[in-house]
């Protein structure tokens, strides 16, 4: 195995950037990237029990559409954070994107733009945050790991208000990386390379890569929350507790997330864990999620749930992978494709009329 991965040749034709179906992306994803790459991609922590769970969890609901409702045509227009979308999707941030692709982070966000929908662009990111500004033409926002020295990271904020992001996400649940079972079995390493645009000297990557925790607590977050020159969304969120503590901090939306399940393996899948935190939010902020979705489908299921927001993830990494910018903007139209025939099956007009009354949990 080779202990370097590198991505595979950008595309030279357009049957290369084809991608029919969702499910077909995976198959494609796995068939034709390096068993490197795709490892990375695709797998979770442990025993990648939570990435399994929160597939799972979209399958425990089924849909029970109205008829006859006279619904021509849908609007999946939404609002998040302030921001006009196409829909109520955006891109999750994917690290190590030099590791996937040429186009990287920059790919990401000309797709973004193209499907009218927002990117939060990782810090962990072989590019650095200006960069990628100056590629994107739609909305964006940059996402920043809970550790390492305040100062720095009021720094880290202070740039990406200056090159026009819209939000800060601050990632909580990753103070190291998940033990990776499946990549320390391939003997899978990543050049820290991948991770080190926004931070040169490597520190970053080698702290994500030690053995050593982050200090941060909820007090300081408030402290630095105080100090941001952007609204803050909190990531990593899964419980009421937690929810709690984002909203004393000041959060403007928080994310639903267990980092797809590539971080504490044994979490709860998070659309189970969606209602809980919804309950404390009591719509005093937006909730996003992410994990686990795979279709259409999963989104218009989260949305009845009461997700204000999708974050797409893997499925996002593996169009990147195989066609960079043009197979991310792919997959991303599929998605929107499949929740707009979702919407008119199911008798919506407009994303406001997507509610829980049209799901019912399976026997």
Same mark, same amino acid.
């Given at each position: 195995?080779?202990?370097?991965?590198?991505?595979?040749?950008?595309?030279?034709?357009?049957?290369?950037?084809?991608?029919?179906?969702?499910?077909?992306?995976?198959?494609?994803?796995?068939?034709?990237?390096?068993?490197?790459?795709?490892?990375?991609?695709?797998?979770?922590?442990?025993?990648?029990?939570?990435?399994?769970?929160?597939?799972?969890?979209?399958?425990?609901?089924?849909?029970?559409?109205?008829?006859?409702?006279?619904?021509?045509?849908?609007?999946?227009?939404?609002?998040?954070?302030?921001?006009?979308?196409?829909?109520?999707?955006?891109?999750?941030?994917?690290?190590?994107?030099?590791?996937?692709?040429?186009?990287?982070?920059?790919?990401?966000?000309?797709?973004?733009?193209?499907?009218?929908?927002? &990117?939060?662009?990782?810090?962990?990111?072989? /590019? %650095?945050?200006? !960069?990628? +500004?100056? $590629? =994107?033409?739609?909305?964006? *926002?940059?996402?920043?790991? &809970?550790?390492?020295?305040?100062?720095?990271? /009021? %720094?880290?904020? !202070?740039? +990406?208000? $200056? =090159?026009?992001?819209?939000? *800060?996400?601050?990632?909580?649940?990753?103070?190291?990386?998940?033990?990776?079972?499946?990549?320390?079995?391939?003997?899978?390493?990543?050049?820290?390379?991948?991770?080190?645009?926004?931070?040169?000297?490597?520190?970053?990557?080698?702290?994500?890569?030690?053995?050593?925790?982050?200090?941060?607590?909820?007090?300081?977050?408030?402290?630095?929350?105080?100090?941001?020159?952007?609204?803050?969304?909190?990531?990593?969120?899964?419980?009421?507790?937690?929810?709690?503590?984002?909203?004393?901090?000041?959060?403007?939306?928080?994310?639903?997330?267990?980092?797809?399940?590539?971080?504490?393996?044994?979490?709860?899948?998070?659309?189970?864990?969606?209602?809980?935190?919804?309950?404390?939010?009591?719509?005093?902020?937006?909730?996003?999620?992410?994990?686990?979705?795979?279709?259409?489908?999963?989104?218009?299921?989260?949305?009845?749930?009461?997700?204000?927001?999708?974050?797409?993830?893997?499925?996002?990494?593996?169009?990147?992978?195989?066609?960079?910018?043009?197979?991310?903007?792919?997959?991303?139209?599929?998605?929107?494709?499949?929740?707009?025939?979702?919407?008119?099956?199911?008798?919506?007009?407009?994303?406001?009329?997507?509610?829980?009354?049209?799901?019912?949990?399976?026997?």
């Amino acid at each position: 195995m080779n202990p370097q991965p590198t991505a595979p040749p950008a595309p030279t034709t357009d049957d290369d950037a084809l991608i029919r179906t969702l499910p077909h992306l995976h198959k494609r994803a796995q068939s034709e990237l390096l068993p490197d790459v795709w490892a990375y991609i695709d797998s979770g922590a442990g025993s990648e029990i939570t990435v399994n769970d929160n597939e799972d969890a979209f399958r425990t609901w089924r849909l029970l559409p109205r008829q006859l409702t006279g619904v021509t045509t849908v609007d999946t227009t939404a609002n998040f954070l302030g921001l006009r979308l196409a829909a109520p999707v955006l891109t999750a941030p994917i690290g190590c994107d030099g590791l996937l692709h040429p186009d990287g982070q920059r790919g990401i966000v000309e797709a973004a733009a193209e499907c009218g929908i927002a &990117a939060v662009v990782s810090e962990a990111s072989g /590019l %650095a945050l200006e !960069d990628v +500004a100056a $590629a =994107a033409t739609g909305p964006k *926002l940059m996402q920043v790991h &809970a550790r390492g020295n305040v100062g720095e990271f /009021l %720094a880290m904020a !202070d740039r +990406a208000h $200056a =090159a026009g992001y819209s939000a *800060l996400c601050v990632t909580i649940d990753c103070p190291v990386l998940g033990w990776r079972e499946r990549l320390r079995r391939l003997s899978v390493t990543v050049d820290p390379q991948h991770f080190s645009g926004n931070h040169p000297d490597g520190r970053f990557a080698a702290e994500l890569l030690g053995e050593t925790g982050s200090a941060w607590t909820w007090r300081t977050l408030a402290e630095v929350a105080a100090r941001l020159p952007l609204p803050l969304v909190v990531k990593g969120v899964l419980s009421a507790a937690d929810a709690t503590h984002a909203l004393e901090c000041g959060a403007q939306a928080v994310i639903v997330s267990n980092h797809g399940g590539r971080q504490l393996d044994s979490a709860p899948a998070t659309l189970d864990q969606l209602p809980e935190v919804l309950e404390v939010i009591d719509g005093q902020i937006q909730v996003g999620i992410d994990g686990g979705f795979r279709t259409g489908t999963d989104v218009f299921k989260a949305l009845a749930l009461g997700a204000d927001a999708v974050l797409l993830g893997r499925s996002v990494a593996m169009g990147l992978a195989l066609a960079g910018r043009a197979g991310v903007a792919k997959v991303v139209e599929l998605f929107l494709a499949e929740l707009r025939r979702t919407m008119l099956l199911a008798g919506c007009a407009r994303i406001s009329d997507i509610n829980a009354d049209l799901l019912r949990r399976r026997p």
